[in-house]
């Protein structure tokens, strides 16, 4: 059986929360959880817990990541 990692994402923009599984390795970092899932990294805030976290941060097993919407206007 091929190794896999569960990420759970909470979407506040959609109100929704999702569970993805991926094949271990290819998920590392939150960069590539949004280019895995298609999500633009410059229209969200990624969080774990109360903490903010950058594109370069790791993932790990089981993680709950919240996704903020960014909102800006002029």
């Not at 929704?16 to 229209?43: C, M, Q």
């Not at 919240?66 to 002029?74: A, E, F, H, K, P």
Request: net charge negative; charged share 25%; no cysteine.
């Amino acid at each position: 059986m091929l190794a896999t990692k569960e990420v759970t994402i909470v979407n506040e923009k959609e109100f929704s929360t999702t569970k993805f599984n991926f094949k271990e390795g290819s998920v590392n970092t939150v960069k590539d959880l949004l280019l895995a899932t298609s999500i633009n990294s410059e229209t969200v805030i990624v969080t774990r817990g109360s903490d903010v976290l950058l594109s370069d941060d790791t993932v790990n097993d089981k993680d709950t990541i919240t996704l903020l919407s960014v909102i800006s206007g002029g």
